[in-house]
């Protein structure tokens, strides 16, 4: 069974830095992208952050570029977002989601999701 | 960036009653859409990819159509289980991936 764990997330004032985790069991972590996609309170869902499977191309919204950094370790089956500069449009949940196939030349679509991490960004 | 546009924002259906939900790319997507159910407090759901396909164990009753900018998910009867929000995503180009802002089925 797949399985998406998140953890890091809490309150941080703004400007301040967090970094999220996602452990992964149950498939071939290192054969599919995963991304990050964050859903603010009462509101839609929006695509952060992605990573291929080797962890050799990573790709951001503009809302994230040059705060956020995406990570992988494929011995440790764990994906990691590096958060800096935060901000109050910064609080959300975020997911971490597995691309459905580990061969799609296309971008990802997302098959499995974790249960999320809150983040609130507050002073 | 292609943005993605649902319609209704809001629908509201009876039980046993058919549901059909909109959406639309501002440019083309071929067939490269995924339709995702999110009930409250939990992570959403694939239930369509490839604008047509069904997601494993997604039930019969939810089915996808469309190609290029308009795409619909019809819901052939509604069961108490399927009232939720219902988002598509492209993934025809990114980055960004987009999402539409989604229709919440409601009674």
């Known amino acids: 069974e797949v399985q998406l764990v998140e953890s890091g997330g809490g309150l941080v004032q703004p400007g301040g830095s967090l970094r999220l985790s996602c452990a992964a069991s149950?498939?071939?972590?290192?054969?599919?992208?995963i991304s990050w996609v964050r859903q603010a309170p009462g509101k839609g869902l929006e695509w952060v952050s992605g990573i291929s499977g080797s962890g050799g191309s990573t790709y951001y919204a503009d809302s994230v570029m040059g705060r956020f950094t995406i990570s992988r370790d494929n011995s440790l089956n764990t994906l990691y977002l590096q958060m800096s500069s935060l901000t109050a449009e910064d609080t959300a949940v975020y997911y971490c989601?597995?691309?459905?196939?580990?061969?799609?030349?296309?971008?990802?679509?997302?098959?499995?999701w974790g249960q999320g991490t809150l983040v609130t960004v507050s002073s | 960036e292609i943005v993605m546009t649902q319609s209704p924002a809001t629908l509201s259906v009876s039980p046993g009653e058919r549901a059909t939900l909109s959406c639309r790319a501002s440019q083309s997507i071929s067939s490269n859409l995924a339709w995702y159910q999110q009930k409250p407090g939990q992570p959403p759901r694939l239930l369509i990819y490839?604008?047509?396909t069904r997601a494993t164990g997604v039930p019969a009753r939810f089915s996808g159509s469309g190609s290029g900018t308009e795409f619909t998910l019809t819901i052939s009867s509604l069961q108490s289980e399927d009232f939720a929000v219902y988002y598509c995503?492209?993934?025809?180009?990114?980055?960004?991936?987009?999402f539409g802002g989604g229709t919440k089925v409601e009674i």
């Open positions: 490839g604008a047509s």
């Open positions: 149950g498939f071939t972590f290192s054969n599919y992208d």
């Open positions: 989601a597995k691309d459905r196939s580990s061969w799609n030349p296309l971008p990802p679509h997302f098959d499995s």
């Open positions: 995503q492209q993934y025809n180009n990114w980055p960004p991936l987009t």
